[in-house]
């Protein structure tokens, strides 16, 4: 409820205090506040026209637009497929075929890895090579 103003308070909304009949006054606003049932009506108006010009808009731009299924590029970009990560399915032969193509590039070296290991083991560590 709007209370009576103080006599040196000066009215915010209306010129004339005694413009604002008993019943607005009850209800807690004034007259000259917003109308909020014209502005929802308006914004209701204004969606209503958007959407009427973008579903009228729209069979304009598909039709006037570029013809997307004679792109060569486009039908290429769609047809091509990454390929996924290798993964191992059979992880106990991948690792054996691993494990034979190190020891065969280590028995192909100058010195085969088990004359080396038999020479290193016969000399010991630590003492330099002859």
Do not use: C
Not at 1 to 8: A, C, F, V
Not at 39 to 52: C, D, K, Q, S
Not at 85 to 99: C, F, H, K, V, Y
């Amino acid at each position: 409820m709007i209370r009576d103003l103080h006599p040196h308070t000066r009215p915010q909304r209306t010129e004339n205090p005694e413009q604002v009949d008993e019943a607005a006054r009850k209800l807690g606003y004034e007259p000259q506040d917003w109308p909020v049932g014209k502005i929802a009506r308006g914004l209701a108006t204004l969606f209503l026209i958007l959407g009427l010009i973008t579903v009228a808009a729209a069979p304009l731009v598909r039709r006037l637009g570029p013809d997307w299924q004679t792109s060569s590029a486009l039908a290429a970009a769609r047809d091509f497929k990454v390929p996924g990560p290798r993964l191992e399915s059979r992880p106990g032969l991948d690792r054996a075929i691993l494990e034979a193509r190190r020891r065969q590039a280590l028995d192909h070296a100058p010195k085969p890895i088990d004359a080396a290991m038999r020479e290193v083991a016969a000399r010991g560590w630590d003492q330099p090579k002859p």
